[in-house]
């Protein structure tokens, strides 16, 4: 029997009980048989009476039918949904670090992740911009990056959770370079022989031989030169507001982002409740959904689980795929 998945079940105040609850109860005895969620057992019991679940909460190594729960024990929990707390940050820190635990420490497979709150976090005293960033510390990983997963729209970003002003400096030939590589060697370990990469211009039609600015010319298109010649299948730059629409229509399976919102706004256009966030140029498999804590509508039992399951089904792939 291969090793577990692990999902982490977020801030406890969110939706993250909820999606997991919905997501496991979709699925077969023997998908359960091999998931752990890591979070807490109260939160966890109490959203499944909110869905109207009727699955056993059960631990680890309990045998039968039911929705594995590895307890973790913190202090101060507000025992409601829908509130921000230093406690619910605190959690959320350690469900993470009990994953990278067992996931560095080949006990589970892959960390699926339910949503966490960023103030929640930083007011617990755990300084991160967010999932990425803080699996990049536990692991002692000196770079990460985001890919944001769907059904015909992958994007990879250059930078994510930095003010516009700060990405545009990030923008350098080697951090764009190690994008496209990370990008490419992930996609070749999903299945596709010879990826197919765009990468997205920083400025309106790409600075326009320097009309609208330089970067393009400067940073953009040295380090799309250098992966050619490394072989790898890649365009641009190529002005943001024509790209995406054609990699939407098949003319390319991925598209580097040069900031947050170039990358965020046409998936979540199109993939809202699909697209599934993957951590890559980690020594561990991790990926997430793509939503928030959603704290005004946790604990009613409304919250859709579709992402929860197309980040099940993308964990299950990055299982089944060898890791080069």
Request: charged share 20%; aromatic share 4%.
């Amino acid at each position: 029997m291969s090793e577990p998945v692990v999902i982490t079940m977020g801030d406890p105040s969110g939706v993250g009980a909820e999606v997991t609850i919905k997501a496991l109860a979709d699925r077969d005895a023997a998908m359960r048989a091999q998931t752990i969620v890591i979070g807490d057992r109260d939160t966890m019991e109490r959203a499944a009476k909110v869905c109207g679940v009727s699955l056993p909460i059960l631990s680890p190594e309990d045998d039968g039918d039911g929705i594995r729960v590895a307890h973790v024990e913190i202090d101060g929990l507000p025992g409601a949904f829908g509130v921000l707390s230093p406690a619910c940050g605190e959690a959320s820190f350690r469900y993470i670090e009990r994953a990278v635990e067992m996931t560095m420490a080949g006990k589970a497979s892959c960390i699926v992740t339910a949503p966490i709150n960023k103030e929640a976090l930083n007011s617990a005293g755990h300084h991160y911009d967010g999932h990425t960033g803080m699996l990049a510390h536990l692991t002692g990983s000196k770079s990460s990056w985001m890919l944001l997963a769907s059904e015909r729209l992958n994007v990879v970003h250059v930078s994510t959770h930095v003010s516009l002003k700060d990405a545009i400096e990030r923008a350098k030939p080697e951090r764009v370079l190690e994008t496209i590589r990370t990008g490419h060697k992930h996609l070749k370990r999903m299945g596709l022989e010879a990826p197919r990469i765009a990468v997205a211009g920083i400025n309106p039609h790409c600075g326009e031989n320097g009309l609208f600015g330089t970067e393009d010319d400067l940073y953009i298109a040295p380090a799309v030169e250098a992966a050619r010649a490394e072989g790898i299948n890649v365009q641009g730059p190529i002005s943001a507001d024509t790209v995406y629409h054609r990699a939407y229509q098949g003319a390319f399976d991925l598209v580097i982002a040069q900031y947050h919102d170039q990358g965020h706004i046409p998936i979540k256009l199109v993939a809202f409740d699909t697209a599934v966030n993957v951590s890559l140029g980690l020594p561990i498999d991790r990926c997430s959904v793509d939503h928030g804590t959603a704290f005004d509508i946790a604990g009613k039992g409304i919250a859709k689980h579709d992402n929860m399951l197309c980040a099940l089904d993308y964990a299950a792939k990055m299982a089944a795929a060898k890791r080069t």
